[in-house]
């Protein structure tokens, strides 16, 4: 039997905020060494000539910043399957199920999360491989950390009677919802228990026959959206309708706290799900005060404390214990005991109906990027990059007029029925109304500035007519 890694790549990491957005959410982001925290979660594989290519399951708005990380590191996946909402985690992995019976009717599936740190990866190796033994055999496993501390933000699994035919199982006597501090204490004195990682091994028929018989609305949903899934691209989109329709839940509270047949791998293994600021700070190099520092930063009689700065200049001085993230629109101040509530800042500003808990100034699409530079009455700027090969759509705004001046690289510019190509220090100008599009057709990236003007300056105000990333 074959094992497949399955990445769940879904998610906003609320909790990572400023940083981490719903556009460009922690998975996807650089956190703790150069590459993004799903490319280490790929790159921690790769070695491992037993797995089978991965296959990754995200949401729609992310498809092409996963796939353009998956081909910088080489990566080429079984698949990219597209969520087109977000559905908790057990409708995700019953899609994914679906897809590996297509390949292999006997595929085992390693499930894990896109976002969790695993420091030792040989121990990591052999405990999967005591997993498999007992999934094999039907059981749905699951990898319990022993804990390091009485973390009160894990939930907790306690383990039962060894698995006599799987060396290093356990038998799941039950799942703990996350602790106080007290009873964090007394779960860490019984080696019995061990936290809930949230990673799973097991065979992908056996996790679908168990859905069905606990969450059958569950499992009648993602069948449907599965089976009407279609091709766009390199991916592979459930079914709107139908996946719509099925209810949200998590994998723990649908199938593993009911099913019989759970079994709880215990893992040294070096996990930290960098669940929160605090969390991140723990696993980054400290100086000889205590302290993680990114950026340009200085510090005077600083202890214990991150300070991360993204764009800007930041002194900070006379603190301990202090979570200080600086971004080009937004900073953070908490104290590393309160961290947990950054997530209500992000459900403030999206009550609010404010942009920050969404994009960053810096947005990513499928040809580049775009950055905001000045807004004001009636006019905004932008600083525009277009990788090589890139092509926005052809479009127009009802709205508003651009110019466009090449900084660097070379432009192709389709104006109306004209076609003309514009190198460093050119610009044209695009009245409003009419179809025009931009692309590089060089091997280097394009830079322009593009300064709009108009009554109407969102996102929104563009008609397009073609687009090689079929985007509506």
């Known amino acids: 039997m074959k094992i497949y890694p399955v990445i769940l790549a879904g998610g906003s990491g609320t909790r990572l905020w400023p940083l981490s957005r719903a556009a460009l959410p922690k998975q996807l982001l650089p956190l703790c060494s150069q590459f993004s925290m799903l490319q280490e979660t790929l790159l921690r594989l790769s070695e491992w000539t037993e797995l089978m290519p991965p296959l990754i399951t995200c949401g729609n708005e992310h498809r092409f910043l996963v796939a353009e990380q998956l081909r910088a590191i080489g990566v080429t996946p079984l698949g990219i399957l597209l969520e087109p909402e977000g559905k908790n985690t057990a409708p995700s992995v019953a899609a994914a199920a679906h897809f590996l019976l297509k390949e292999d009717k006997e595929a085992l599936m390693l499930v ?56 290093g199982c356990f038998a799941v006597e039950k799942f ?35 859905l069905h018989t606990f969450r059958p609305a569950i499992a009648e949903s993602c069948r449907k959206a599965f089976n009407d899934a279609y091709r766009d691209l390199d991916f592979c989109r459930l079914d709107e309708v139908f996946f719509a329709e099925c209810p949200s839940e998590s994998i723990d509270y649908a199938v593993m706290e009911n099913t019989a047949h759970a079994v709880v791998v215990p893992a040294e293994i070096g996990w930290n799900d960098v669940g929160s600021w605090s969390a991140l700070s723990q696993i980054l190099d400290r100086d000889t005060n205590g302290n993680v520092l990114r950026g340009d930063v200085y510090t005077d009689s600083v202890t214990n404390s991150m300070i991360r700065a993204e ?54 699409r499928p040809w580049g990027s775009y950055e905001g530079i000045d807004i004001g009455d ?24 651009e110019h466009w001046v090449v900084v660097s690289g070379t432009a192709r510019i389709t104006c109306g029925e004209e076609e003309k190509f514009l190198t460093e220090n050119q610009s044209t100008y695009i009245p409003i109304g009419i179809r025009h599009r931009l692309e590089n057709p060089g091997k280097m990236p394009l830079h322009l500035i593009e300064i709009q003007s108009g009554g109407y300056l969102g996102e929104d105000d563009i008609v397009r007519f073609e687009d090689i990333y079929q985007r509506c």
């Open 378 to 401: 009636r006019f905004q700027v932008k600083r525009i990059t277009v990788n090589p090969g890139g092509k926005l759509s052809l479009q127009m705004h009802h709205h508003r007029a």
């Open 176 to 210: 703990v919802e996350k602790p106080d501090s007290s009873t964090a204490k007394i779960f860490v004195a019984d080696p019995a228990y061990s936290w809930n990682s949230g990673m799973f091994l097991f065979l992908a028929s056996c996790y679908l026959e168990e």
């Open 112 to 167: 894990l999360p896109a976002d969790h740190v695993i420091a030792d990866v040989q121990a990591f190796h052999l405990t999967v491989q005591r997993a498999a033994q007992a999934a094999r055999m039907g059981a749905l496993a699951t990898f319990g950390i022993v804990p390091s501390g009485p973390e009160t933000g894990y939930g907790y699994i306690r383990r039962g009677e060894a698995v006599e035919s799987a060396d």
């Open 311 to 364: 764009g800007r200049f930041v002194a900070v001085v006379g603190v301990e214990d202090l979570i200080v993230v600086e971004t080009k629109d937004a900073v953070l101040v908490v104290h590393k005991d309160q961290v947990q509530k950054v997530k209500k800042i992000v459900d403030d500003l999206r009550i609010k109906g404010r942009p920050e808990h969404l994009n960053h100034t810096k947005v990513f």
